[in-house]
């Protein structure tokens, strides 16, 4: 039989396993994975903005580096809440139906009959009520669009002429509603975040290790 | 992955808080005069450069509060705001332009804020205590933002970037972000329309940069927002030869000392 005996005369490894205790509470700890998640996805939004840009050619509105600038966390008890205030990220990621009503006309105000789909890079960002000079568009079935519309008149007779359209622009379609794929290449794949945790929680958990270790006087070597 | 979805949006609320002490502030100051406001007054207060109309601003305050909630996007409210200006005779502000530049400018200094706080939690600031200021978004003309990080005496570093002079990078509590900012704060935006943003720098590649050692313990700082309501005047008034003519555009919302030193009321 073999006895080892070990005696402490002075504990280092306490004070230092305290520490590192402490640093794993959820106030401290939750910040930083939260903190790793927002980089995560704030980076996922700048690739997004530079591989997206709006297809119809206007000037860009930079949507995805909004979504970057408007995501955040914030830290509530043992919960760490990351979000983004981007106006339609979520129907985006999820997909789903958009049906006119919601808002309010411009022109009736009343509730609106039908939601607006940009149609050129001019009308792109904007809304129908930016521009003064659009007429409703009209087709068999009912107004299918707005646009501007030129014209050339001719006369019938002595007291009589007659309007007709030469030429349609369209500007914005006009639609009860409209399906949004969902798109689940909106957020970070989760195997890229769950790395970027698994990293990041290493790099502080060495951090709260050379911190006790600092602060005893004795840097810990890493 | 779900976890990260939520079916209801939560409010940015350190931002919103900011936003909830901000005071309108009509000015009749331009762009240059607007910067030389005292950082206690710019961080509180809803202005644009010219704009002297108070209705105009409160609908603007009201704007940047919907949008930064996340409650409506900049088409709608630009288009309310064009309205209102029409209706308010103000024909400066009913462009596209002028209109997205003020939008663009308060969410922005509002996501800004809100970015800067989350950043000053010690763990997150002892993780990441650097940050590198990059081009978030294309601009046709964009300004010459190394000639500016040099003149404020900042240092490039290697690495990829949009810039050959190399990576704009510094440490959180570094001045340089007060001193490249035309609004004299710490965080984005740091001039109008700029499309400059800033990114995270952790601890390990901040040491690898040789920006730190690796013993350095950050402090978290705090803005003008925590430190109390009260901002002096005095050099501004001095600068600008102002007087009480700037008592008179900030109006019932602050008293001015004889002193300089302004309470928000």
Redesign the interface.
Known sequence: MIAIELTITQDEVSPALRELSDGLDDDRLLPVLAGTVNNSMRGHFDELEDTRPNKMGGSRRHYYSGARAKTTFTVSGNTAFIFTTQVGMRMRYFGGTIRAGAGISSATGKPTKYLTIPETAESYGHRAADFDDLEVLWGRDGPYGLGRVERKTIQRGDSFTQSNAIQTEVLFWLVPEVEIPEDHTMLPESGELNDALHKDFGKYVNRLWYQAGYRMGAPVEN | ?SG???PH???????LETRSVRAILPTGMDSQMLRQLPRAVRERAVFSAGVQNTDFLTRVGEAVDR??????????E??ML??LAESLELPALQT?ARLNLILDTQT?MA??Y??WI?GQ????L???PAQELYR???RKEPRDWPQRWYAAGGKFYPGESDYTDGRMIALKDDDIWTDISAFGLPY?PFDYNS?M?L??I???EAVKLGIIE??Y?PVPQKLGLNDGLEASIGPLAAKFGLGFALGDILGHLVRIATGGEATFQ
């Open positions: 992955m990260l979805i939520y949006p939560v409010d940015f609320r350190q931002a949008m930064t909630a996340g409650q409506t996007n900049i088409a709608t630009r288009t064009r309205q596209d922005g996501d800004g809100g970015a989350e939690h010690p763990s997150v002892d993780m990441w978030a978004e294309e984005a499309g943003d990114r995270d952790d601890h390990d690796d013993d313990l």
